[in-house]
């Protein structure tokens, strides 16, 4: 059994930044691309930060210059530094990876739980 666990969401003040991580847990065997999504209040879950196992980026223009997404295949973790947070950037953040699970298989796409981001003053 695969897992993908989220954590470093919370409270920051307008400006601030966070770093969220999100970590492959169980029978992993491989990984291709990764990502972050992001939820927020009444709206569509959208494509924040991709990454590929090589480690090409790809971003949402919304966020381009203040968000960062990078991976430690060894860990087969994936990270999204953020900066410059506003208000517009409160959302649930989820993570989002193609898998490829011990025991053979198709690879899978894999969505963690979630984590809440709130920007706030």
């Known amino acids: 059994q695969v897992q993908l666990v989220e954590s470093g969401g919370g409270l920051v003040q307008p400006g601030g930044s966070l770093r969220l991580s999100c970590a492959a847990s169980g029978s992993v065997f491989s990984i291709s691309d990764m990502a972050w999504y992001r939820q927020a209040p009444g709206k569509q879950r959208e494509l924040v930060a991709a990454?590929?196992?090589?480690?090409?980026?790809n971003y949402a223009d919304s966020v381009k210059g203040r968000f960062t997404i990078s991976r430690d295949n060894a860990k087969n973790t994936v990270y999204l530094r953020m900066n410059s947070l506003s208000p517009g950037d409160t959302a649930v953040y989820y993570c989002n990876a193609e898998i490829w699970a011990r025991g053979g298989g198709l690879g899978m796409p894999y969505w963690g739980k979630g984590t809440l981001v709130t920007v706030s003053s």
């Open positions: 990454i590929t196992s090589g480690g090409s980026t």
